[in-house]
Nanobody, 124 residues
Framework: QVHLVESGGGLVQAGGSLRLSCVDS????????MGWFRQAPGKEREFVAA????????KYSDSMKGRVTISRDNAKNTVYLQMHSLKPEDTAVYYC?????????????????WGQGTQVTVSS
């Protein structure tokens, strides 16, 4: 069973940084590829970044590429999203997700498990 809990969101000024964390309380974290998505009010859920089970492969959205880094620590059952140079348009609820596959995935519908989300608000 996978249970994902995100943390690290908050209010930050434009140009600032945040690091989001997502902890999985399950026992098979290293069997899952992980992703980060975000959803702003009135918009569809959007892919941000993904990482394979080993961490050897990563993928980023065009909108955030160069401003975010996804990483994982399988010993801690945790995936991270380091964000910098944040913009007001990055304001959204950020979700982590897990999929039982070794390769990374970028489509939300391919993910099996989701966290509850953490709010990121970037002020101008």
């Amino acid at each position: 069973q996978v249970h994902l809990v995100e943390s690290g969101g908050g209010l930050v000024q434009a140009g600032g940084s945040l690091r989001l964390s997502c902890v999985d309380s399950g026992r098979t974290f290293d069997s899952y590829s992980m992703g980060w998505f975000r959803q702003a009010p009135g918009k569809e859920r959007e892919f941000v970044a993904a990482i394979s089970w080993s961490g050897s492969s990563t993928k980023y959205s065009d909108s955030m590429k160069g401003r975010v880094t996804i990483s994982r620590d399988n010993a801690k059952n945790t995936v991270y999203l380091q964000m910098h140079s944040l913009k007001p348009e990055d304001t959204a609820v950020y979700y982590c997700a897990a999929v039982a596959t070794l390769a990374l995935r970028i489509a939300a519908e391919q993910y099996d498990y989701w966290g509850q989300g953490t709010q990121v608000t970037v002020s101008s």
